[in-house]
């Protein structure tokens, strides 16, 4: 079962109310991930044969 359909038959059993929060979530979600730069954590490791003994 993906993940998709686990969440949907939890949210199933949930009042409209909480099913509106992970609504409004996931959307937070999608739009955090559609705005925010792909951003690397750390820089790039220079290789270790490069530059040694030279």
């Given at each position: 079962?993906?993940?998709?359909?686990?969440?949907?038959?939890l949210?199933?059993?949930?009042?409209?109310?909480?099913?509106?929060k992970?609504?409004?979530?996931?959307?937070?979600?999608?739009?955090?991930?559609?705005?925010?730069?792909?951003?690397?954590?750390?820089?790039?490791?220079?290789?270790?044969?490069?530059?040694?003994?030279?």
């Open positions: 079962m993906t993940a998709a359909e686990r969440l949907y038959h949210i199933q059993a949930l009042p409209e109310s909480q099913i509106n992970v609504l409004n979530f996931a959307e937070f979600l999608r739009q955090k991930r559609l705005t925010t730069p792909n951003l690397q954590l750390f820089p790039p490791v220079p290789s270790l044969d490069s530059g040694v003994g030279e």
